[in-house]
């Protein structure tokens, strides 16, 4: 099993920029696709981005494309998620998930989660 530790939440300005880190530990994150999700209070979790074990296939959330970005670095076991233009409807919970096979955006499709990092913007 894979060991999921999110990192890199805080208190940002709107506008202002932050990355979320996913390091893994257990197992090499490079076996699994990974997705990054949030919840905001009151509100069901929802997907944000996810990418392909090999790193070349990445889909975004329609509320983030162009301001996101999810990358992953093979050497340091790490999923990031660069965060720019940040908005305070972006606030929320963050949350790294992995699962063994193929692109989903389903919350119910991933097996491990980390315990998540929070984001807040001030507007």
């Known amino acids: 099993q894979v060991q999921l530790v999110e990192s890199g939440g805080g208190l940002v300005q709107a506008g202002g920029s932050l990355r979320l880190s996913c390091a893994a530990s257990?197992?090499?994150?490079?076996?699994?696709?990974v997705g990054w999700f949030r919840q905001a209070p009151g509100k069901e979790r929802e997907f944000v981005a996810t990418?392909?074990?090999?790193?070349?296939?990445?889909y975004y959330a329609d509320s983030v494309k162009g301001r996101f970005t999810i990358s992953r670095e093979y050497a340091k076991n790490t999923v990031y998620l660069q965060m720019n233009s940040l908005k305070s409807e972006d606030t929320a919970v963050y949350y790294c998930?992995?699962?063994?096979?193929?692109?989903?955006?389903?919350?119910?499709?991933?097996?491990?989660w980390g315990q998540g990092t929070q984001v807040t913007v001030s507007s």
């Open positions: 998930a992995a699962r063994s096979r193929g692109l989903r955006v389903e919350v119910k499709e991933y097996n491990y």
């Open positions: 257990g197992r090499t994150l490079s076996s699994y696709y």
């Open positions: 990418i392909s074990w090999g790193g070349g296939t990445t």
